[in-house]
């Protein structure tokens, strides 16, 4: 029970971080709606104009996308002028200033939101209910209900939770055995996902992994095809506080899933020209011609121009059972 | 002086023109290369160290018990076999377990073993502390005065800790005062250290990030208003000569930087042609900025 608690609180931690952005983002909106309620005890006639806001916010929030969210506040805007007409024109503005302000916290919270959460979309579609019921019952609403709306997010589901079938202590004792003990070292403070260019480009978390591989959650890790995003730049490894060898822990990673099966059809074949022809990139017509040209050998002095050393490339391979692991058939010569 | 020359794969089966640059400026600095012959792939440390460690680490040993036979450190001018070849050697220095293991390998398949008894180098960190820059700007005849993007690469510095080359790689000048001494001025980016994007086998296998990568540092190039890029890898190379065609194509620019080798740049700063440089043969035209030259 420890142990599950303890993984909950770790791997949980980023979700944590979200309930607290969502209680600001619903505070947030609070205050907007504070000020459309003490407007509207001014005049009768307001509070008519935001029942016109809450009626249009549900057509509005049906967009998913977190990036969207900022989009249906810029239009938000449009019938709230209509309104105008209708009502004072001296307390729209008012309004207008108090929601703007508030949602233009929502973006703000939104990029933490992006950079450690996965599954935003379920999220952001709770929190635009939050938005809507906050916007509609906002006379009645009390600070009370609304923590009770994010307490229902921290409940896990079903299979957001880690038991002791997931984890797999052989697959970190590998990285130890490895001698990359330094994966012990890891206090998760995401220098690494920082600078690393990889991760701002795709859904590559370099930190996570690595807390994964701690962990032992194998098959995770090995499933996970943005392991495969990164280019071994080596940012993380040079940034990192703690002098975790995190290049060796993803190739170590990747060395995993490439025996359960996980390998590209590409880099089978990348694979597949070094037992070929000894070179990951092998020499052609076009090249020769260029060597000749300017007086080099036509090939040079490497595996081209030694079968006896392509034999041993070969044998190599086929000792390590490479052939195997990428499906190579040494008696065809070509990939299975 | 005499070191074993590891040439690789992408520069001499794709741009001989680096390696015939080569030949001939070590030919006049009086050091004499000797070929490692049956040398292999080195293989690819992203590639080839991320499908299996053992296969990686043989090949690697191979090629660096080649080198011990000849007596010579190893010089290598692609980061990739750089830091392929430094870092089996680091392992098996590390861990005498791994070495016995990838030496049981070499003695069942070859007549080779590893003993650790050879340095591998880079070209740009030998011309730089063996050579100098005095020595080397007595070789040039011709001033380069334009100027280009110096892209340092991941594999040449990084990981510092264990290269040693420079202390940090996270505003290093190495490069950029080898480039300086050809008249050529290196001029300052926006993320200038970062990857090109095709390391790691991301190139062959999402090719689409790995041109986002490219096409971030070509618009960080295209700012700084430079006439040609310049980079001591074959590997980023290729990436920004056939990646830069593929950005032009995926995203409809319209970037046109010649890509030199420091080894090509000197050849030119030597007086050599751009056929003799196989400039001719890459993608994207270098000519405008040849012409710029004479």
Redesign the interface.
């Known amino acids: 029970m420890s142990v599950l608690d303890t993984l909950k609180s770790l791997i949980g931690g980023a979700k944590k971080d979200i309930d607290k952005n969502l209680t600001k983002e619903a505070e947030s909106v609070e205050e907007a709606a504070d000020s459309i309620q003490t407007s509207s005890e001014e005049e009768i006639e307001i509070k008519s104009d935001s029942e016109t806001i809450s009626e249009e916010e549900p057509l509005e929030a049906e967009a998913p996308a977190e990036e969207e969210i900022i989009v249906p506040v810029e239009e938000e805007e449009a019938p709230e002028e209509e309104a105008e007409e209708e009502v004072e024109a001296e307390e729209a503005p008012v309004e207008e200033e108090a929601v703007e302000e508030a949602v233009e916290e929502v973006p703000e919270e939104e990029v933490s939101l992006d950079e450690e959460e996965e599954s935003t979309d379920d999220k952001l579609s709770e929190d635009e209910e939050s938005l809507e019921v906050a916007v509609e019952e906002v006379a009645e609403e009390e600070a009370s209900e609304e923590n009770e709306e994010s307490d229902n997010m921290t409940l896990l589901k079903e299979n957001d939770i880690y038991s002791m079938d997931d984890i797999d202590k052989e697959f970190t004792q590998k990285f130890v055995d490895?001698?990359i003990e330094t994966v012990d070292h890891c206090f998760q403070c995401g220098t690494c996902g920082g600078g690393c260019?990889?991760g701002r480009?795709?859904p590559y978390r370099v930190r996570q992994i690595v807390r994964k591989c701690l962990l032992g959650l194998r098959e995770e890790v090995v499933s996970d095809p943005a392991l495969?995003?990164?280019?071994?730049?080596?940012?993380c490894?040079?940034r990192c506080p703690r002098?975790v060898?995190i290049?060796d822990i993803?190739?170590?990673a990747?060395?995993e899933a490439?025996k359960a099966g996980y390998?590209?059809d590409?880099?089978k074949?990348?694979?597949s020209y070094?037992i070929k022809f000894?070179?990951?990139?092998?020499?052609?017509d076009?090249?020769k011609d260029?060597?000749k040209?300017?007086?080099?050998d036509e090939l040079?002095?490497?595996?081209?121009?030694?079968p006896?050393?392509?034999e041993?490339?070969q044998?190599?391979?086929t000792?390590?059972e490479?052939d195997k692991?990428?499906g190579f058939n040494m008696e065809t010569g070509e990939l299975e | 002086m005499e070191i074993a020359y590891f040439l690789g794969c992408i520069m001499n089966n794709r741009y001989p023109g680096i390696e015939k640059a080569t030949r001939i400026l070590f030919d006049k600095l009086d050091i004499e290369l000797k070929d490692m012959e049956g040398a292999s792939c080195c293989p690819a440390p992203g590639v080839f160290g991320s499908f299996d460690q053992t296969t990686w680490a043989t090949i690697a040993a191979r090629n660096l018990a080649i080198a011990e036979e000849m007596g010579a450190d190893i010089m290598t001018e692609c980061n990739g076999c750089f830091g392929s070849l430094r870092e089996c050697d680091h392992l098996l220095k590390e861990n005498p377990a791994k070495k016995d293991e990838i030496n049981a390998i070499l003695a069942e398949t070859t007549d080779k073993q590893y003993k650790g008894e050879t340095k591998v180098r880079h070209m740009a960190e030998i011309l730089y502390n063996d050579v100098g820059l005095d020595k080397l700007s007595e070789m040039f005849t011709k001033d380069l005065g334009i100027n280009v993007a110096v892209h340092y690469g991941c594999h040449f510095l990084k990981p510092t800790a264990e290269v040693g080359i420079e202390e940090s790689a996270e505003n290093p000048t190495i490069l950029d005062e080898l480039v300086e001494i050809t008249g050529a001025k290196s001029v300052p980016y926006k993320n200038k250290m970062m990857c090109c994007g095709a390391g790691g086998g991301l190139r062959a296998r999402d090719i689409d990030v790995t041109l986002s990568y490219t096409k971030e540092k070509l618009d960080a190039m295209a700012e700084a208003g430079v006439d040609a890029i310049v980079e001591v890898c074959p590997f980023c190379h290729l990436q920004f000569d056939v990646g830069q065609t593929e950005v032009n194509a995926k995203y409809g620019t319209d970037f046109a930087f010649p890509v030199m080798h420091l080894a090509q740049l000197y050849g030119l700063a030597m007086g050599l042609s751009a056929e003799e440089l196989t400039f001719d043969a890459q993608l994207i035209d270098a000519a405008p900025v040849l012409e710029k030259l004479a």
């Open positions: 490895a001698g260019p990889s480009r795709t495969w995003m990164c280019t071994t730049c080596y940012t490894q040079e002098s060898k290049v993803i190739k170590m990747r060395n490439a390998m590209a590409s880099h074949a990348t694979g070094v000894g070179h990951g990139v092998p020499i052609n076009k090249t260029l060597r040209a300017i007086g080099l040079p002095p490497t595996v081209h121009s030694h006896e050393a392509l041993e490339i044998k190599i391979c000792a390590c490479f692991l990428i």
